[in-house]
């Protein structure tokens, strides 16, 4: 996963000259869970048609130029690893701060599924 090659790929889009901000999103696999357990890795699923949904009704904000997606979906990630990269060009901050923390979090909640796997339960070979 590279946020330069998506970047790059929005600078190509015909519509880049109306840009004034590229905000990206880089999720990676934290030591510690939301509760505080020690996390030794993660996997992640992705709806891609609700995906394709979430990114289709934010782009239709006036605007945005265009948003991005990668995952790191269906393989075993490690702490330190990258989830997901999220990439929204726009054309004033306001916009494009709002648009990246409103389809970040419809991802998180409709378009993605994690499962952590807890050092607990490796160290007791489970």
Same mark, same amino acid.
């Given at each position: 996963?590279?946020?330069?090659?998506?970047?790059?790929?929005?600078?190509?889009?015909?519509?880049?000259?109306?840009?004034?901000?590229?905000?990206?999103?880089?999720? &990676? !696999?934290? $030591?510690?869970?939301?509760?505080?357990?020690? *996390?030794?890795? =993660?996997?992640?699923?992705?709806? +891609?048609?609700? /995906?394709?949904? &979430? !990114?289709? $009704?934010?782009?239709?904000?006036?605007?945005? *130029?265009?948003? =991005?997606?990668?995952?790191?979906? +269906?393989?075993? /990630?490690?702490?330190?690893?990258?989830?997901?990269?999220?990439?929204?060009?726009?054309?004033?901050?306001?916009?494009?701060?709002?648009?990246?923390?409103?389809?970040?979090?419809?991802?998180?909640?409709?378009?993605?599924?994690?499962?952590?796997?807890?050092?607990?339960?490796?160290?007791?070979?489970?």
């Amino acid at each position: 996963m590279n946020p330069a090659h998506l970047i790059n790929n929005i600078k190509k889009h015909p519509d880049y000259h109306r840009a004034g901000m590229i905000l990206c999103h880089n999720g &990676v !696999v934290r $030591s510690t869970s939301r509760d505080g357990r020690k *996390v030794s890795g =993660l996997t992640i699923s992705v709806d +891609n048609e609700k /995906l394709e949904q &979430v !990114v289709a $009704s934010n782009k239709q904000t006036p605007g945005i *130029v265009e948003i =991005l997606v990668e995952f790191n979906a +269906n393989r075993n /990630l490690s702490v330190g690893d990258d989830v997901m990269l999220l990439v929204v060009a726009g054309d004033i901050r306001e916009t494009v701060i709002r648009v990246l923390t409103d389809t970040l979090n419809a991802i998180k909640t409709t378009v993605t599924h994690k499962t952590e796997f807890f050092e607990e339960y490796r160290q007791h070979g489970i």
